[in-house]
């Protein structure tokens, strides 16, 4: 099975650069119709122009700042049309830095963009998909997810942008079990360092100007999303693009239980003898 037998029209947020505008190439290229979504129109219609002349598939964008709910509220609106097959929850920001000194407005964006924007576009658009018993839903995470046993270097100050991947990730491989026996597939991808602007900004504004890539560099683009459309095909809810040992996977999951199945009833021996010494 292959993604294309869900053709029809794939809606990518934070398509105007990076990821998201290789999604939409990489689509666009095998047939889909596209709705693009972020905050630059510039950068939106001038890809969307490239894109309708070099493949003749019909691309409409909607320009929206999906930290602000009217703008939101619209992209649900188009997302929960019937045409929509796939959505693609990519806009994600970083507002790096260390937690008690980042500004708390930046990270209520982060929050916004990265969490409340992709589940509220899932849940408007997934019903349709159910219904209509085919549709895909993709949730791009990040290598970030996993870092919450890493000391901060040589990585960025990361504690709520990470938070808010592992969400993506818990919030997919639980949605995918849900949907199981629907026809309809989720995934979260997890990139690790990739060759886009991400790093000029911490999210706020969007980069002025014409598209650039970061000074740290890292996988391309187009591999991260050939890798995504790849597992889209094969039903792999986590795509980690650059991990050659798919099985690790695997065993995440396995360690994941055996917290939950070692867990009882009653409080553990060493909460215990903690109480004992204090009292
Ligand atoms: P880019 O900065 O190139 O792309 C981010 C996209 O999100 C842009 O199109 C931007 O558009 C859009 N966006 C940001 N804020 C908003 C907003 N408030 N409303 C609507 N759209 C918004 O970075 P990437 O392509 O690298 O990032 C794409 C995804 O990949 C993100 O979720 C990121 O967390 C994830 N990722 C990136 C990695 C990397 O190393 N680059 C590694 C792992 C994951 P605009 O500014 O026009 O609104």
Redesign the pocket.
């Known amino acids: 099975m292959t993604e294309d037998q869900t053709l029809g029209t794939a809606l990518v947020?934070?398509?105007?650069?990076?990821?998201?505008?290789q999604y939409a190439r990489q689509l666009a290229g095998r047939g889909w119709d596209l709705v693009l979504?972020?905050?630059?129109a510039d950068?939106?219609s001038a890809l969307a122009a490239r894109l309708r002349e070099d493949t003749g598939v019909t691309v409409g964008t909607v320009t929206?700042?999906?930290?602000e709910p009217a703008?939101l509220a619209r992209v649900e609106a188009r997302v929960a049309a019937d045409d929509v097959a796939l959505l693609v929850n990519?806009?994600?920001?970083?507002g790096y830095g260390p937690f008690t000194e980042v500004d708390p407005g930046l990270l209520a964006?982060v929050l916004?963009?990265?969490v409340v924007?992709p589940t509220a576009l899932a849940r408007a658009a997934l019903p349709g998909m159910v219904a209509r018993g085919r549709g895909a839903v993709v949730n791009?995470?990040?290598?970030?997810a996993f870092a919450g046993g890493l000391p901060p270097g040589p990585l960025p100050h990361r504690a709520v942008?990470g938070g808010t991947?592992g969400y993506m990730v818990t919030f997919t491989r639980t949605l995918a079990a849900e949907l199981a026996d629907t026809p309809v597939r989720v995934q979260v991808v997890?990139?690790?360092?990739?060759?886009?602007?991400?790093?000029?900004?911490a999210?706020e504004a969007?980069?002025p100007g014409e598209e650039r890539v970061?000074e740290?560099g890292?996988m391309s683009?187009a591999d991260v999303v050939t890798a995504s459309l790849a597992a889209l095909g094969t039903r792999e809810v986590v795509c980690v693009p650059g991990l050659a040992d798919a099985d690790a996977v695997e065993r995440l999951a396995a360690a994941e239980l055996a917290v939950r199945r070692g867990s009882g009833a009653s409080i553990a021996g060493r909460y215990r003898s903690a109480e004992r010494s204090e009292a």
């Open positions: 947020t934070g398509a105007s650069s990076g990821i998201g505008a979504v972020a905050r630059r950068r939106l929206a700042d999906l930290a703008d990519n806009a994600g920001i970083n964006k916004a963009v990265n924007a791009v995470a990040s290598l970030l942008y991947k997890c990139p690790g360092l990739t060759a886009t602007e991400f790093h000029l900004t999210g969007p980069v970061h740290e890292g683009p």
